[in-house]
């Protein structure tokens, strides 16, 4: 199980840096047609999520103070947490790909 968990978090983090590796500072902040999670809030949020997993599994806090108020769940949280590692950050990784449409961009490469 942790192997597949490692694995689909190391494909997660590949496409992420893919989606915003060409990106401006303007860019990463830019929130076309509504869209409200840019590209520089989303990463900062799947940080957050994954220093609340490791925390879970008894590991210290890595985060820099501040960012877990900066990065918050603005929802109900879910009481699921078998997916917080996978299906999370794909969720959040789709709504930077939308906003590169959004932005007129072309896919990740």
């Keep these: 199980m942790l192997q597949h968990v490692l694995h689909v978090y190391s494909m997660n983090l590949g496409f992420a840096k ?3 590796s060409d990106l ?12 409200v999670n840019h590209p520089a809030w ?3 949020h799947l940080a957050v999520a994954a220093d609340h997993l490791g ?5 210290s806090s890595e985060l820099p103070a501040g960012w877990e ?3 918050k769940t603005g929802g ?4 699921d947490k078998s997916f917080l590692m996978t299906a ?5 990784l789709g709504q930077v790909a939308a906003w590169r449409r959004a932005m007129g961009l072309g896919s990740a490469a």
């Design 42 to 44: 989303s990463p900062g």
């Design 24 to 35: 401006s500072e303007d860019q990463m902040c830019a929130q076309p047609h509504g869209v």
């Design 18 to 20: 893919r989606l915003v």
């Design 55 to 59: 925390t879970l599994l008894g590991l």
């Design 69 to 71: 108020q900066t990065f």
């Design 76 to 79: 109900t949280p879910s009481p």
């Design 88 to 92: 999370h950050e794909m969720d959040h």
